[in-house]
């Protein structure tokens, strides 16, 4: 078994991608080559780890994949990955070089919007419930800090992809 955590995966591909955006500006050519070729690796990696996490059935993502077997190990859905992924889908989407490319991550910008939507909670001021199980109900398991704080998962990560969005 080689375990894989596809929330993580997938944050650390828009956290890469906004680091790239960040550092471009600054970078000397040789930079910038190294940082290209990683922002090739960027789109790819979005698309496998969403394939891999993704439960349409519900709609979330699964907190444990094993890459050995190809089998999702625990089906609990966090809330957190879900705006996660939306930056990093709308941050490859601002990279993307073809249509293929730009279809992936329009797919999966779709898809993670779409199941956000099921964990937030208007009559709780739009907070999200914590975690969801492979029938889309809600458990008692706290996967993250609380979603009170507008300055990190959600907050931060949609207004980054708002940001993006309207620049397309």
Same mark, same amino acid.
């Not at 591909?13 to 960040?22: E, Q, S, T």
């Not at 990696?45 to 349409?56: A, H, Q, S």
């Not at 999200?128 to 809600?138: I, K, S």
């Given at each position: 078994?080689?375990?894989?955590?596809?929330?993580?995966?997938?944050?650390?591909? +828009?956290?890469?991608?906004?680091?790239? +955006?960040?550092?471009?500006?600054?970078?000397?050519?040789?930079?910038?080559?190294?940082?290209?070729?990683?922002? +090739?690796?960027?789109?790819?990696?979005?698309?496998?780890?969403?394939?891999?996490?993704?439960?349409?059935?519900?709609?979330?993502?699964?907190?444990?994949?094993?890459?050995?077997?190809?089998?999702?190990?625990?089906?609990?859905?966090?809330?957190?990955?879900?705006?996660?992924? /939306?930056?990093?889908?709308?941050?490859?989407?601002?990279?993307?070089?073809?249509?293929?490319?730009?279809?992936?991550?329009?797919?999966?910008?779709?898809?993670?919007?779409?199941?956000?939507?099921?964990?937030?909670?208007?009559?709780?001021?739009?907070?999200?419930?914590?975690?969801?199980?492979?029938?889309?109900?809600?458990?008692?398991? /706290?996967?993250?800090?609380?979603?009170?704080?507008?300055?990190?998962?959600?907050? &931060?990560?949609? &207004?980054?992809? /708002?940001?993006?969005?309207?620049?397309?």
């Amino acid at each position: 078994m080689i375990l894989s955590d596809p929330g993580h995966s997938l944050e650390f591909v +828009g956290l890469a991608m906004k680091f790239i +955006g960040a550092a471009e500006p600054r970078a000397n050519p040789a930079q910038l080559e190294r940082l290209a070729a990683a922002k +090739g690796y960027m789109i790819t990696l979005l698309g496998r780890n969403f394939d891999n996490g993704y439960l349409p059935g519900p709609q979330g993502i699964s907190k444990a994949f094993d890459l050995v077997k190809r089998r999702h190990l625990n089906t609990d859905m966090p809330w957190w990955n879900l705006p996660e992924t /939306i930056r990093a889908a709308a941050l490859c989407l601002s990279a993307a070089g073809d249509d293929g490319q730009r279809t992936l991550c329009l797919r999966v910008l779709r898809d993670s919007h779409n199941a956000f939507r099921l964990f937030v909670r208007p009559e709780l001021h739009l907070m999200a419930y914590q975690t969801r199980d492979a029938c889309g109900l809600p458990v008692a398991a /706290i996967p993250a800090t609380a979603d009170a704080d507008p300055g990190y998962h959600t907050g &931060l990560s949609l &207004l980054d992809a /708002i940001d993006v969005i309207e620049n397309l």
